[in-house]
């Protein structure tokens, strides 16, 4: 069973940065494709980026590509978002997820594992 802790959410202006931070234990982190989601109220649940099991590779939703950027340190079981210029349509609850297919994947039912949310709010 692979749990996966968020952290970095916060609350900022339009223009600013967090960065998040989410931590894998459990299981063998290189073997799995990292994915960040958010979800602002009312609303579903909306892909915003992917990155491949050795980080070769990342993918964006449309409405962040350019202004975030995931990574992670297989070292330290951690993926990573970079958001940059945020805006306030960016306020949501983002949740990183855990896929053990060996593609690229935006829909949520191909995630295995879940991590409980960060909240981030960024106010005009």
């Known amino acids: 069973q692979v749990k996966l802790v968020e952290s970095g959410g916060g609350s900022v202006q339009t223009g600013g940065s967090l960065r998040l931070s989410c931590t894998a234990s459990?299981?063998?982190?290189?073997?799995?494709?990292m994915g960040w989601f958010r979800q602002a109220p009312g609303k579903e649940r909306e892909f915003v980026a992917y990155?491949?099991?050795?980080?070769?590779?990342?993918y964006y939703g449309d409405s962040v590509k350019d202004r975030f950027t995931i990574s992670r340190d297989n070292a330290k079981n951690t993926v990573y978002l970079q958001l940059n210029s945020l805006k306030p349509e960016d306020t949501a609850v983002y949740y990183c997820?855990?896929?053990?297919?060996?593609?690229?994947?935006?829909?949520?039912?191909?995630?295995?594992?879940w991590g409980q949310g960060t909240q981030v709010t960024v106010s005009s």
């Open positions: 459990g299981g063998t982190f290189s073997s799995f494709g």
């Open positions: 990155i491949s099991r050795g980080g070769a590779s990342a």
């Open positions: 997820a855990a896929s053990a297919l060996g593609r690229a994947v935006i829909t949520t039912r191909r995630y295995d594992y």
